[in-house]
């Protein structure tokens, strides 16, 4: 009887022992992971803080103007430039 109440015994503490063992691979996997996506969720803010800063240069009028002017061969209105529609009376 006490050879089998060994075996039940040892068969548990084995059992237990690779449970246990699991148990911790899982942790560190789940660590592992949640590394990763803290390094993510940092390098993602990094990119909208620069995405925020290029919107606010690229949305600036004189850059605006400028691009116009240089791309689009655009001139500022003058008054001189300025034409009048109006409407022909029957």
């Avoid at 548990?12 to 148990?23: D, G, H, P, S, T």
């Avoid at 909208?48 to 209105?77: C, F, H, Y």
């Amino acid at each position: 009887m006490s050879g089998r109440l060994n075996f039940v015994l040892a068969l548990a503490l084995v059992l237990c022992a690779l449970a246990l063992v699991n148990a911790q691979y899982q942790a560190r996997q789940l660590f592992i992971e949640l590394e990763r996506s803290a390094s993510q969720s940092r390098q993602l803010d990094i990119e909208w803080a620069q995405l925020q800063l290029d919107q606010s240069t690229l949305g600036k009028n004189a850059r605006i103007e400028a691009s116009a002017t240089r791309d689009l061969n655009m001139v500022p209105l003058t008054p001189a430039r300025t034409q009048y529609l109006t409407v022909g009376e029957k």
